[in-house]
């Protein structure tokens, strides 16, 4: 069965200190693997799509990659305004459903 | 980009009674929806999988006569809570594949209180 971890479960990092947040992932056969952030109390706001191991993809102070059994977003240099939960979701082919992460909680301290 | 709008944001029902949230894809075509509901402080719990012009497919757990889901257009799927009770209230959240299932687009999400 397809299954998605996320650790760490929390992270508190101060302004300008670069980290990662690692997705693990079992799944027989990949059409995606999705990040996602979410604020509380909103919907989840779509980051980026991974297709294959190797991928790498950038958006701002954020970038996303691939292997073939986990994917990390690193954040440089984050700030304030970056904190919220970070989502991690496989779309497998097996099941033709999106299956979610329990997600990682990063709080940026100025 | 893609959009993906809920309605209503926030609704408060009395317990027995029925209510509907609607998800709409605004500027795309979504032949699947998703619907999630989230408990605070955790992660999305996929409900059921919503598919243009047939039934739903239910994740094992959620009750289908309780949690009705209509995709009648390309556009539109709407999840009816039936006979609300207060243990449902909830965060729930659809969400809608875009062209060649490469995204998987939200909505906002709707606060469901059952007083």
């Known amino acids: 069965e397809d299954q998605v971890t996320q650790s760490p479960e929390a992270l508190r990092l101060q302004e300008g200190e670069s980290s990662s947040l690692n997705c693990s992932y079992t799944?027989?056969?990949?059409?995606?693997l999705f990040w996602y952030r979410q604020d509380p109390g909103k919907g989840p706001e779509f980051l980026f799509t991974l297709y294959s191991a190797g991928e790498e993809k950038e958006k701002e102070r954020l970038k996303a990659t691939l292997t073939k059994k986990e994917s990390f977003l690193h954040i440089t240099a984050p700030k304030p305004e970056d904190s919220a939960t970070y989502l991690c979701?496989?779309?497998?082919?097996?099941?033709?459903?999106?299956?979610f992460g329990p997600g990682t909680s990063l709080s940026v301290i100025p | 980009g893609a959009v993906v709008s809920q309605h209503p944001s926030r609704v408060i029902c009395k317990s027995g009674t029925s209510v509907k949230i609607e998800c709409r894809s605004l500027?795309?075509?979504?032949?699947?929806m998703f619907w999630y509901r989230q408990f605070p402080k955790q992660s999305l719990m996929l409900m059921a999988t919503?598919?243009?012009?047939?039934?739903?497919?239910?994740e094992q757990g959620v009750e289908k006569d309780k949690f009705l889901i209509n995709h009648a257009s390309l556009t539109l799927s709407t999840l009816t809570v039936t006979s609300a009770h207060p243990e449902d209230s909830s965060f729930y959240i659809c969400s809608a594949e875009g062209q060649g299932g490469n995204t998987i687009y939200f909505g906002e999400g709707s606060w469901l209180t059952v007083v």
């Open positions: 500027d795309f075509q979504a032949t699947t």
């Open positions: 979701a496989v779309y497998g082919t097996s099941y033709d459903k999106v299956i």
């Open positions: 799944v027989s056969g990949l059409r995606g």
């Open positions: 919503s598919n243009e012009g047939s039934k739903a497919t239910y």
